[in-house]
């Protein structure tokens, strides 16, 4: 899936995304979420593989048997940049929105402390990272309070499908692709199906790792502080 020209684009993100060391994704054991410090790199990684992958794939299917040359052109590789920062912060909002759903039927009279940890906990992964150029300051600490604001508005209604977590961001997230508008055709439908079925690909990944009691008991000792 990925080939030698894809694999350099790939490791430009190590420096400033860790979950793109793929090697460690698909090679290694993944270690156990027992803790908050452990399901924060869970959020990080996830978060942005889930935006990004859908980034690449989607400019690399558009393009077809140009791929290479338009990804080695430095305007496109400029949006390129400037879309997956725009897009991580979805990516964030929706992983944890997901990671909400799990927890919340566990909290109990805890929900809205849990809650709140876990917003912290996705805030802090936002904030691991400096501004990037691309975006600029003020927009960067709007996208913060946004991601903010949506996770805050979990709270009042039921959790959704995972499936249908993407749903109120899929639009936001099809108009940073980093291809002419004119030329994304129909391909809505195609990006918003690949959010469903990946979401649901890291909320299994996260039951398979998660080590509940643990992790529970992390968040309501927390929240009691």
Known sequence: MIGPRDAVVWQDLDVRIPLMKLLDRFFRRQPQISDKAALAEFIDAQSAFLVQKGIYEYSRA????YAKVLFAEEGFASSVEHARWQAYPLGLAMVGEMV????RPH??????????????VVL??????????SLGQDAWLAARNELAKRLELTAGHA??????????LAE????LMPIHEKLRGRDFST????????????HD?????MDRPALERAFVAAAAE
Not at 159 to 168: C, N, T
Request: proline share 10%; glycine share 4%; net charge positive.
């Open 124 to 133: 802090s992964v936002f904030d691991r990272y400096p501004v990037p150029p």
């Open 172 to 175: 936001t997230y099809f108009a």
């Open 100 to 103: 909400e759903g799990v927890l």
């Open 205 to 209: 990944e996260l039951i398979k790792r």
């Open 107 to 120: 909290a109990g009279d805890e929900r809205r402390a849990v809650l709140a940890q876990l917003i912290e």
């Open 159 to 168: 959790p959704r499908r995972v499936m249908d977590i993407p749903e109120p």
């Open 191 to 202: 990006t918003r199906n690949y959010l469903r079925v990946s979401l649901c690909n890291i």
């Open 62 to 65: 558009r393009a077809g048997h």
